[in-house]
Each structure stands twice: as C-alpha cells, then as structure tokens.
C-alpha cells in the first residue's frame, strides 16, 4: 500500500522543506514533482506505470486542492502540498504549517529566525529583530539573508549587528502603512527609520502625507462616533467590525485639539508638497515625532 | 445682449466687441489677454470667431505647458496659408509655469506681422512681469447681470431662479447644475453644516467631494464656486462666521492646487466648523 503524506498551511517555505524532508527521509533515489492542476495528467500517467527495477518512488505535487489517485507501487511515497487543510483518510501523517505570527508579545518569526540559526550553528540573537524589519514576515527572504550570514560566521558564532549590516538587503514590504502603526506603538526612532527608508528610494512625501491624513481623519472620526454611540459606526467609517473593535485601542492615544491641530498641520504640508516645497518633508518629520510622542504618553497613562 | 454672430455667448458686449474689432485688424495688435472669471464664454467666443476668420490650418489651440509653447513658437514660424495671419490660444494660461512662462517671452518678444496670439486667463497678474509687459492688449470679462443671465437661461431647457442665484453670473456653470442635481444638494448640505444644522463630523461625505479627483475640470470649478458661494452667501449671519473662512479657504485650496484631494481637504473644512 503507497504512503499518502499531506502537508498544508500558508507558510510556502515550511511546507516546501517538510515536503522535500519526507521525500528524502524514504531514502528513495527517483523522486518526482508535478505542479497541480497542469500537470496532473503526466503524474497519473506516470504513477500507474510501475517501473522495472521494482525501486519505490516518491511523487511530490505542488498546489494540489485534493488527493488524486495514489501510485501503484507498494512501496511508493505521495506528498500532497496544499493551502487548505485536505481530508483524507489514507494519509500516513499530516502536517499543518498556518502563518506564523507576529503579534508584539508573541513573535513566532523571531523564535523561528533564532531556531533556523541554530540548525545552521550560528547565533542569531543579536540580529533577530533587524532581520525580521529588513525582511519583514516572508520567511523564504529571511532564510535567504540568514544563508549569507551563515556563510560569513564562523561556526557556532554569535553574528553581530555590524557584520549583519554589510551583506544584508532591505526587501520589507514598505509602506505609509508601517509608519503609522510605530506611531501609534509611539515608536519614534521606528517611525522615522521607516520614514527614511521610504524615502530613499524617491520623493514619497505626498504618499506618506495621504496615509497620514487618512489615519488622523479616521482616529476623529471614530471618537466622534464612539462618543455618539453610533450603531453603524464601523459602517460608516467604512471598516470591518473587527476592524473597529481593534481600532478602539487607539481611543485616547491623542487628544482631540491635537487630532484637529495635526490635520491642519497635514493639509497645509500637503499644499505646500504639492506646489513644490521640498520643505514639507521636514515638517512632516516633525508631525510623526509630535504624534509619536504624545502616543507614547498616551499609552503610559 | 446675445450678439447674432454669436449666438450662444451672452453679456459682455463690450469685450465681445473689441475681439472683433481685433480680428478685423490685419495688421494691428499681436497679442491679447482675455482675462475674467471663468465659464462666461471666453473661450467659445474666442474659437467661434476664429474659426470664422481664419482657415483651419491658420489656427491652433495650444496647451499651457512648455511643449504646447514650443509647439506655438514652430506653428507661429510658418507663413499663413490660406488667411490674413496665423493665430494660437492658450486656455487657462494662468497654470502656465514659470519654464512655460520664459518660453512665451520668445513668442511675445518678437511677434512676426502675420501672427497673433491669445491667452485666456482668469487672472492676468499671476503671469512674471515681463510677460506681463509684453501684452498689447487686454480685454476684461465679468459676470454676467441677473438680467443677462435670465435671458441665457431662457434659452435652456429649463428656467430656474435658484440655479441663476447659484450660477452668480456665470452661465457655464448653469448647464452644468441643470444637469446634475447633486450640486444643489451640495449647496443646501454647506448652508446646514455652516449654520450648524449638520453635524460636521458624522455627515457623510457628498459623492460630488469624493468623486472629485484629478485636473482641473468644469466639475472641479463648479465644485469650489458652490462651496464659496455658499460661504459668501451667509457672511452677514453670525452662526456662520466660524467656519466661513474655513471654506472659503477650501474652495480657494481646490481651485489653486488641482492635485489636492477633495474629499480629505473637505473633511478638514468640516471638522473645524466644530471647534
């Protein structure tokens, strides 16, 4: 009877690894891979052929949705990959690998990253965190930077943030978005780190501005309608239930004549940026550090 | 009084007239600003008379940038073809920045006899002084009176004395309210929010803000001239005094940086009518 093996979840590097593990653990020589639905017909037609020398062989098909037939041979190993959970009562073992997370008190990329580097015999625990910000939650660009790392330390090393810094690349998916959530974390060195690194690349005042805008005008909004007991509050600032249940965290981070002062203060900067006055960036800095702050303050109390 | 040669243009008889009076020189004035608020019929009257005095392949509408001046500097080069002179206008000439503005000097510096050239405006003072100094003659469009303005809207599908008292002398922008029913809603929702009738926060935003987006376009305009209007219409009650500046400034912001989001800009207008 073939081994029929399912691994699913959301983290593509995990489940290729534990895919590419079980296939080899069999110490089976001939393993196949077929990427679903395309190449289906090819790995059936191959899998009902038994082969001469009698050997076992391991098949692995990519973004399968459910179990297609199991191969001939007795001794024959299917791995199926999938995103969601499949059921199967033939499978030998199921592994479920789900989307690490990466909450502020529970950051399983972190004890990932730490754990990948032990299996590499380098220390980590200096550069967790920078990598986890360079590269933001994409486990495979982690892996990748960690490969670099591993190649410059020599083994059982504690890698430094200075030797991280030379062969590291920033590839962290940058957005406004990243800004505003250290200002309401009141993470002012973040905040601004982000705001440079946005910077670099080009002129996104105007982007970081709309952002900035938005997330003030939504934080008034949202006051005015918990103050009014509003029904359809989350209707009506135009987010998802949860959404608003998450967003009240924020009620109280700032006051309300320092909302209405930063929206002044982002408006003008707006029509100064958009009529060409590079200085706007520099007043922008300095409402992220006034916002940060107060946050920082408001969080304290 | 609407002019026969003109048939849809209405008030300014005076600036209607000295246009023709140019148009007939062929040898006289080389440059002209028309220069007033916008949607009185500048331009139609400029194109549909051009069109009548010169040829097709003799005439030019130009863009207000510096490749549209490049363009009016080579058409401008050419002998006329088929007509007494070559001519080009440039509509909304006052966005022209300030490369386009060095480029015009050329043209205008040194004019050939058989070209002419004519900026539409609204406001000849934002041009550099030696452009300024450049033009030979300007012709001043203003609004039309109540009474220009009925006899425009007789003509219209439908006669109504809220859209002229709306319109505030500006019969492009009676079409446009004619057509579209939001902005009168747009107007009586500035009137509540001012008066404090309307909750400034918890009102919805109108689709007219939101949907507003990009350049500057007859919507855009129309847009800020019913948020102004509102403002100005209520500068003797004090409940409105507040928030007055707040949308005035908005409809001016609008207007001047075309690029601006309405409907953030607007939230802001807005939330200030709280303090």
Known sequence: MPSLILITGEEELLKERAARDEASSSLITHVSEYTLPDELSDYLEEAQMRPLDGQPRAFILWDATEVPELPDGDDDILVVVAKKVIADKRARHVQNFQKLKTYDDNNEVLKWILKEGDSLNIDLSRVAGALFVNCGGGLRKISSEIRKLAVITPPGGVVSPDQARQVMCFSADLSPKTIIDAICEGQTVRALAFHDKLQESGDETGWILAYMQRHVLQQIRLEALVAAKVPDAAERLGVHPFLFRKMNFRLGLWSHSSLMSSISTLCDLDIAQKRGDTLARYGLEAEIIRLCEEARNGKRR | ?275
Request: contains cysteine; hydrophobic residues 40%; proline residues 5%.
């Open chain 2, 1 to 275: 009084m609407a002019d026969p040669e003109s048939a849809e243009i209405y008030g300014n008889s005076s600036a209607r007239q000295a246009i023709l009076r140019l148009l007939n020189q062929t040898n006289s004035i080389r440059s002209v600003v028309l220069s007033g608020i916008g949607h009185v019929g500048k331009r139609t009257f400029l194109e549909q008379n051009l069109n009548e005095f010169l040829s097709e392949s003799d005439l030019r509408f130009i863009e207000p940038t510096i490749d549209g001046v490049r363009e009016a500097i080579e058409f401008l080069g050419s002998h006329p073809l088929f007509s007494p002179y070559r001519a080009v206008y440039i509509d909304d000439a006052d966005s022209m920045g300030e490369p386009a503005q060095d480029a015009m000097l050329k043209v205008l510096e040194e004019p050939s006899s058989s070209s002419r050239i004519f900026l539409i405006c609204e406001d000849s003072g934002v041009f550099s002084a030696p452009i300024r100094n450049r033009f030979e003659y300007e012709v001043r469009w203003i609004p039309l009176s109540d009474a220009e303005m009925h006899e425009f809207a007789q003509k219209q599908p439908r006669l109504d004395e809220d859209l002229i008292h709306l319109c505030r002398g500006r019969p492009g922008f009676y079409t446009t309210f004619l057509a579209d029913n939001r902005y009168i809603e747009l107007h009586r929702l500035c009137i509540r929010l001012l008066t404090g009738k309307e909750d400034p926060v918890l009102c919805r935003i109108p689709d007219l803000v939101s949907s507003t987006k990009g350049a500057r376009s007859l919507e855009r305009d129309a847009l800020c001239h019913i948020i102004a209007g509102a403002a100005a219409e209520l500068r003797v009650e004090p409940l409105a005094r507040p928030g007055i500046q707040n949308f005035l400034r908005l409809a001016s912001d609008l207007q001047k940086v075309p690029s601006l989001n309405a409907e953030i800009h607007w939230q802001k207008a807005c939330l200030h009518l709280k303090r």
